[in-house]
């Protein structure tokens, strides 16, 4: 009886040992992340709601991790005269200018339409992983599930650095 109460004891601590290791998908979060911080990115974790769908009674609300690159450089006349928007992967009524299956959150009618060119080109090229792209003064950055590992961490890098080099 005294052997089957230890082994009872021992299978109950490395059950308990087992549970609080990192998963698989935990330790390639953490290793995607360090290497976003080591290319720049601030990562961070967040709720984010999106536009009122089409159709939908209530918006969807999720909780993704944020990549932002932050803005280096704007004067204050720059800064104050920013036009902050944010897009998101969904279909609603506030879609002008933007591709198929995005919409406006805010900033809806802001920017230029060289600007909106731009920002077509990279929605075309971006992976279907990512939910969101906003910018305001502070930083350029995307709500994004993660997958595709480094390389497509470095290519998003590339994506967003075309709005810091135009400033919107």
């Known amino acids: 009886m005294k052997w089957m109460i230890i082994i009872l004891i021992m299978m109950s601590l490395i059950g308990s040992m087992m549970w609080v290791m990192p998963t698989q998908r935990q330790k390639y979060q ?3 992340r360090m290497k976003a911080k080591n290319l720049g990115y601030q990562v961070q974790l967040e709720r984010v709601t999106a536009p009122r769908a089409k159709g939908e009674m209530e918006a969807e609300a999720r909780n993704m991790t944020a ?3 932050l803005r280096i450089g704007l004067s204050n006349e720059q800064k104050n005269n920013f036009a902050a928007w944010q897009i998101f992967r969904v279909e609603s ?3 002008t200018g933007l591709p198929e299956g995005w919409s406006w959150s805010h900033g809806e ?3 230029s339409p060289a ?3 731009i920002l077509r080109d990279v929605i075309a090229e971006i992976p279907a992983g990512v939910f969101s792209i906003e910018s305001n003064p502070a930083y350029i950055g995307i709500h ?3 997958e595709g590992g480094e390389d497509m ?3 998003l890098k590339t994506l967003l650095e075309r709005f810091l080099e ?3």
């Open 115 to 117: 600007q909106l060119e």
């Open 153 to 155: 961490l470095e290519k």
């Open 30 to 32: 953490a290793a995607l």
């Open 166 to 168: 135009q400033a919107f």
């Open 109 to 111: 009618k802001t920017l």
């Open 93 to 95: 009524i506030a879609d």
């Open 67 to 69: 990549y932002r690159l």
């Open 144 to 146: 994004w599930d993660e």
